[in-house]
Structures are given as C-alpha cells and as structure tokens.
C-alpha cells in the first residue's frame, strides 16, 4: 500500500523550531520529487518547499526563506522539513506529496500533521 506519513508536528512558541518528517511505504521516495504544503484554517493550500529527485536541488517559498530547511535521507525513505524561528503565520496543517517534479501533479498526498505557533 502506497503511503506519506508526516509526524512532528505540534505546539511551538514563537521562535521556536520544529522538525517534521515525511516516511514513505510501498514506493521509493528517492524516485520523486517531494515537496511540502501548508494549509491554514481559511486559506488556500500553498506550496512551501520543495526537493527534486535528479539533483537534490531545493525551492522555498519566499515566507519561509532562510528559516525552513528541506533534506531527504534515501536510506530513510524519509525527507524532513526543518523550522526554525517559527512565526504565529505558519500555523497551518503541513502535508508532504510526491511528484514527478516539483511544481509537477501530485502523485501521492500524506494525511498531514497540525503545527501551531502560538505563545
């Protein structure tokens, strides 16, 4: 059975960081590319990183620049995002997909995993 799981999420202080994973079963992640969205309450789904499959290379979305950090570790099956000084504006439920490309169709969806950032 093909399946994303993430987990790390949770309650955070402003400032804070957090690292979520997202673990695949029944495919190889390292043949996708694997980007992670967020979503908060009223609001459209948005991409907010990205890893290619070819080079590993990266794409972050401007709100998150500099203080999120997407890796994979292939022996793992898993790609992490990790968040560092954590803002009340990244409340959101974060799901991780696989594409073919970043940008590309969704092939497979997680289930998702709430972070709040409040004091």
């Known amino acids: 059975q093909v399946q994303l799981v993430e987990s790390g999420g949770g309650l955070v202080q402003p400032g804070g960081s957090l690292r979520l994973s997202c673990a695949a079963s029944g495919f190889t992640l390292d043949n996708f590319a694997i980007g992670w969205f967020r979503q908060a309450p009223g609001k459209e789904r948005e991409a907010v990183s990205c890893?290619?499959?070819?080079?590993?290379?990266?794409y972050y979305a401007d709100s998150v620049k500099g203080r999120f950090t997407i890796s994979r570790d292939n022996a793992k099956n898993t790609v992490y995002l990790q968040m560092n000084s954590l803002k009340p504006e990244d409340t959101a439920v974060y799901y991780c997909?696989?594409?073919?490309?970043?940008?590309?169709?969704?092939?497979?969806w997680g289930q998702g995993t709430q972070v709040t950032v409040s004091s």
């Open positions: 997909a696989a594409q073919m490309r970043c940008f590309d169709r969704v092939d497979y």
């Open positions: 890893i290619s499959s070819s080079d590993g290379s990266t």
